[in-house]
């Protein structure tokens, strides 16, 4: 029995693509797209830092199991880490903690998460090889596209079968990046592209365990080995690219092949760039939990910061019931009603309204094993009802409280969230990027001076002449 893997296009698409990205300079990116990717970077780079084997105990398990001081050469930081790793154990560790906490970018169009591989990746060669900042923005963006190029090319029909997009899409964006890193010509980065079609994976059935947070890691990882096969000119299919959306395409769901070099047509002498969909989270968790957390929040701060002196435990006495009518796939997303641990909050959205409403916040310490089982929060996710509405954008919300007004009489208060933060309508400004960043450093344990030097230099990343100086501030204190 054969598989047909026969593309319907009389070019090679892939080749096609990365002749085009395999030419691309710095001076060819538009400066909004130059300013998204420092953002992307810095924003992931944070991520990882608030998820060190200091700080997370999946980290800590992937840290002793990898055994990564008994190997050499180590000449890659590992985010928050004081030793340094081999370059592929630290893009391995490194993709994981800039995901493991689900407070990574997302790319609102498709739903997918696309910095981790490619900037993880990136980064340990980069920092191996000394190349510039402005090697890396290019070659980040490359991978960037690449990945987001096959995301909507595969339409959601792989994501609805079981696939983890990030998981299955990450590796081939990983090696874009370090193929252009290590400025291999158009026939190469398709070599790679081939290489990398062999080895992406990553399914939807690990969810809320440990093995997810790993996708993003193995598929760092792989794009680094898929590159140094190309660059040995070790042989692989044309047409990867393609051929690959016709193979993990579901039948019955729509796919769009030809959206691989989507990116080359120009319109009106702009092209249209994926990664200025990119968006970032303020909260950690799914993407469509925060219009639920936007709208808890705001509730607690009518209860409680509007000259009100009451203990937030009184919630329970003040709030009976919530009723949040939201997007279906919201609710099939992040249905996980009672999380126990901190890797199942990310996926509950009766717990991202708890802790909102609880805490009047809803950072790293609010998703967490302690928060999952504290006992406010447990009675708070019983009060929660989730109506579908089909009409509903996935950041839209509409959710009712009832409480105890005054004189104790029982009212409803309706707060409607248009667009969440974090979306493209409400982006998340420098400053909340900023003050998110250094959250999470404190978590890494950087000292303030390194902390507020590493973000001034992120920010200004196309004037590093070397990656490593920059690479040492990432690392905690002794």
Known sequence: MSLDLAVSS?????????TWLSALKYEDLPVDVVEMTKASILNSVGCGLSSSPSSLTASAKLYAALEPMTKIPRQATVLAVNEKATVDDAALLNGLFMTARFFDD?????????????????????????????????????????????????????????????????????????????????AGMARAMGHASSMAAGSRNVFATD????????????????????????????????????????????HYPEKIVHLLEEKNGKRDWALLENAFKPYPCG????????????????????????????????VSSVEATVSPMTIRLCGLPHPTKFTETMFSNYHGLAVGLFYGKAGISQFSDEAANDATVKALRDRLLLKPDESFRDNQAIVKFTYKGDGGTETVKEIVIQYATGSLEKPMTKQQLDDKFEDQALEG???????????????????????????RLLIPQS
């Open 10 to 18: 009389k070019e090679d698409l892939t080749l096609k693509l990365c």
């Open 106 to 186: 997302t790319h609102l169009t498709t739903l997918s998460h696309p910095s981790g591989p490619p900037l993880s990746a990136g980064l340990a060669y980069a920092e191996a090889e000394g190349l510039s900042g402005k090697e890396l923005i290019v070659a980040f963006a490359v991978g960037v596209e690449v990945g987001l190029a096959l995301t909507q090319a595969l339409g959601l029909g792989p994501y609805k079968k079981g696939w983890h997009l990030t998981g299955i899409v990450g590796s081939f964006s990983a090696a874009a990046t370090v193929a252009k890193l290590m400025k291999l010509d158009a």
């Open 211 to 254: 093995t997810l947070i790993m996708h993003a890691g193995r598929a760092a990882q792989n794009g680094i080995l898929a590159a140094r096969l190309a660059r040995q000119e070790f042989t692989s299919t044309t047409h990867a690219l393609e051929k690959w959306v016709n193979l993990i395409s579901v039948p019955g769901e729509e």
């Open 287 to 318: 993407i469509v939990i925060h219009t639920l957390i936007d709208a808890a929040i705001e509730m607690h701060s009518f209860l409680f910061k509007d000259g009100k002196q009451r203990d937030p435990k009184d919630v329970l006495d003040i």
């Open 445 to 471: 344990r950087l000292t303030p001076a390194n902390t507020k030097k590493a973000i001034e230099e992120f920010w200004n990343l196309e004037k590093a002449p070397n990656m490593q100086p920059l690479m």
